[in-house]
């Protein structure tokens, strides 16, 4: 249980409840001008825009919504045609991210050359509107994002590249999105269980295709890395964007939670009922690193 409130006594102060486990209610209290951090703004690529970010957990999160998202999206990518230009890199941010960023320095770093960075996650909304000064609007899950991008593709002739998962998986996700958006193109796609080598093949190959936008489900931090490593090498490709479990769920392996636990940030809890013994571990050594490093690092 989590309650915020002001110290009437010295207003320049933001306090909060908190109680973790069977140990008693504790109150903590900042200085405002405490909770914020110094940080650089992400480098923009070649024709993408420069949007407001608001820091959280230490992270500068783009605030945009859903459809300016796929919108910009469409716009990057079709601009991006025919020159030989660093594709456009948006990446995403939810409590994994923000507790693994605030222990790994270079894992932060990779992060931070991303040109966007979506909040994956509702607590992350809820919170910034307590916390920042420029709250975020709504949560950009990649898993709704793909299809609001995917029917403005098929209006725009736009082409996917997927990288990622196991090749069934892989192949199912494919499948299932050429069923729902008949006229959506598809580059090529990839599993993502790469030796060096058969990194390099495919590599070549996606920079031959140059799909307009190349969705990438390897996971973190293992997607952020591969971007790291071959950003340069896909030149003319339009948009990078890392998608993490998205391929499992547009397979059918994965499920979403209902729009309910979506809308109150407890999709987390949703998943980890589906999956206690992957998912049960991360979230209780991850979210409480999040918590802690949203309330102190955000402006």
Not at 271 to 291: D, H, K, M, Q, S
Request: with cysteine.
């Amino acid at each position: 249980m989590l309650q915020f409130f002001n110290d009437e006594t010295n207003p320049g102060l933001t306090c909060f409840s908190y109680k973790v486990h069977s140990a008693p209610m504790s109150i903590a209290c900042l200085e405002r001008s405490a909770m914020s951090v110094q940080i650089d703004e992400p480098s923009e690529a070649e024709g993408g825009p420069a949007w407001a970010t608001t820091v959280l957990g230490g992270l500068p999160i783009t605030v945009i919504g859903m459809q300016e998202s796929a919108d910009e999206f469409v716009r990057i990518a079709l601009k991006a045609r025919g020159r030989d230009q660093l594709p456009y890199y948006s990446t995403s941010a939810n409590g994994q991210v923000i507790a693994l960023a605030s222990r790994d320095p270079e894992f932060r770093e990779l992060l931070l050359t991303a040109d966007q960075i979506h909040a994956d996650g509702m607590p992350m909304v809820l919170l910034s509107r307590m916390l920042t000064r420029n709250a975020l609007s709504e949560r950009v899950a990649t898993t709704d994002l793909v299809h609001v991008v995917a029917e403005a593709a098929e209006k725009q002739g736009l082409s996917f590249y997927f990288l990622g998962a196991a090749a069934e998986i892989n192949k199912r996700a494919v499948a299932n999105m050429r069923e729902k958006y008949p006229k959506l193109k598809f580059a090529g796609a990839s599993h993502g269980y790469l030796s060096g080598q058969q990194e390099a093949d495919v590599v070549d190959e996606i920079a031959r295709l140059k799909p307009d936008i190349l969705w990438i489900g390897m996971g973190v931090p293992h997607e952020q890395q591969f971007v790291a490593r071959n950003r340069e090498k896909l030149r003319g490709v339009g948009v990078i964007k890392t998608a993490g479990g998205l391929f499992d769920f547009l397979a059918g392996k994965n499920s979403r939670a209902p729009k309910w636990m979506q809308k109150v940030g407890l999709e987390w809890a949703y998943r980890t009922i589906l999956e206690p013994r992957r998912l049960a571990v991360r979230y209780l050594t991850t979210n409480p690193v999040a918590l802690r490093q949203i309330l102190l690092n955000s402006n």
